[in-house]
């Protein structure tokens, strides 16, 4: 059984401080979606997704450098790469979080640089650490983003219902989420990212922390959308899940793209027709001597 925690006076403070800012909040986000032009990239014959020769340097570290990459309506690309090999800043660069020094991202026909909120509203986002507030209850949590994306009432309640049976979290909808597992965390954040039925999801290794029978659901959640037209960048470092639910890989190395296709296709680059991922992953990322590296740690 899990613990509630407990609300301290400052606690609820803070809680009643958050809930009258997203009070605001809310009035300015259901603007931004009800004067949004964009209901469905469907009705753009375009890419769903085009990242074309963005740049981003920290210092003078380039974390993603001239990167091409695009994501078609119905497409799973899986985006793989060692840490630090510029996946997150990709994806935060799609979603408008981090401005590029060079190049143009273009969202169902929209740049990103000029329509942020547009493009935000089409996307739905699992961060690599969801922030979620987490003074609210799950229950109070995403009914504000439901709020925020203009969901009606009773439909919002029904979404996040199905959505928390189906991931086994229905017990703990009314409890306030600094108690929550970093799987339970995660799969708030799923249901948050999932409630307005976004036709585009960047997915910053969105399996992290969750349990076998809740992995296979959102990978097969993943499957329906997809097959609903749905299109889905999606990290991960778990090779077997990329090798399961992906149409095509990208493989990042240095911010630089290292190669793409699908599976089938970047086995035949490497010439190794019967490499498993893993092995094709470690192979064109130089990291094939792990033999080596485990022999010299004497611990
Ligand atoms: N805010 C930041 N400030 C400075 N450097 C950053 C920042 N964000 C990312 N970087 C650097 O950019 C590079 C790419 O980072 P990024 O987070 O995109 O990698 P990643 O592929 O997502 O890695 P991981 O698999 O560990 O999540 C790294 O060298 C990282 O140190
Ligand atoms: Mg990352």
Known sequence: MIAEPQKDKADEKYSDLLLTFYGQLRSVFT??????????????????????????SFGTKKAVNNLNLS???GEIRGLLGPNGSGKSTTMKMILGLLKLDAGQIVICGLDVAERPVEVRRIIGYVPETPRLYEYLTAA??????GVAYGIEPEERKRRIQNMLEALQMNAHLNEIMSGFS???KQKVALTAALMHRPKI???DEP??????RSARIVKDLLHRLAAEGAAILFSTHILEIAEA?????TILHDGLVLAEGTVQELRSMAGSPGLTLEELFLKLTGSED????????RL
């Open 182 to 184: 970093q799987g339970m």
């Open 140 to 145: 109070e949590y995403l009914d504000f983003i």
């Open 71 to 73: 994501v078609q309506a």
């Open 207 to 212: 399996l992290n922390g969750l349990d076998p």
């Open 290 to 297: 792990t033999a080596k590296v485990v022999e010299a740690l």
């Open 201 to 203: 999801l960047i997915l």
């Open 245 to 249: 639910i992906c149409n095509n890989v």
């Open 31 to 56: 603007d931004c979606v009800k004067y949004s032009t964009i209901t469905s990239c469907e009705m753009i014959a375009l890419d769903a997704i085009q990242v074309k020769s963005a740049t981003k």
